[in-house]
């Protein structure tokens, strides 16, 4: 009998030394986690979010049938910016970035090699003002890969609309603000111990 509760003893000793081990363990590593969850860089919780104050509106014409020149571009407030386009029979459209952009998407689709190579609505929208107002836009940066700005100059009715687009745009980049948005969760905890107390209570 003696013999027994010798052995239970020391096997509860056993018992007690691993389990200390273990919640040595895990509270070693659980202070590792927090303490590397502590130094996470804050850029990886913020971007630079970029707005304009201006935006551009284009006015664009039929010259001939299927043949269209950028008349005249103006700088007007943030949201304004289309494209306003007068064919040869009188009647005028008003296009948003939105149709402009499906435009000039259809054109890239249907064959990219031409685009920028005649002088198609497309063109004028994507060499334009409206062009430079979508390509400024992260989404649509493979938009500035087909503008060649060498060749911008020729389709504009005349050097001096070339001249006054390019001070348009020269305003409308002046009314660009920066700001830093941070979205680092409430707390700014992180790590074993956070993602625990939020399952206790249970």
Known sequence: ????????????????????????????????????????????????ETTYEKGIKSHIKEVKPGEFKIMDEESVGAGKSMAIVTYLDGHTDSLSATA????ID???????????HHSGLSTMLLYGGMGYMLG?????????????????????????????????VQDVNASRSTRVVNTRPKGGRSGFFSRSAGRSGG
Do not use: H, W
């Open 106 to 116: 259809e054109d890239i689709r249907k064959d990219e090699s031409r685009v920028g």
């Open 100 to 103: 402009a952009k499906a435009l």
């Open 136 to 168: 400024r836009n992260s989404g649509n940066g493979y938009m500035n890969n087909y503008r060649n700005q060498g060749a911008a100059r020729g389709f504009y009715n005349s050097p001096g609309a070339y001249s006054k687009s390019q001070s348009v």
């Open 1 to 48: 009998m003696t013999q027994l509760r010798k052995g239970s003893f020391i096997k509860r000793v056993k018992d007690i030394s691993i389990s200390s081990a273990l919640a040595m363990t895990l509270f070693s590593g659980g202070l590792f986690v927090q303490s590397c969850g502590s130094n996470d860089d804050e850029a990886d919780y913020s971007y630079e």
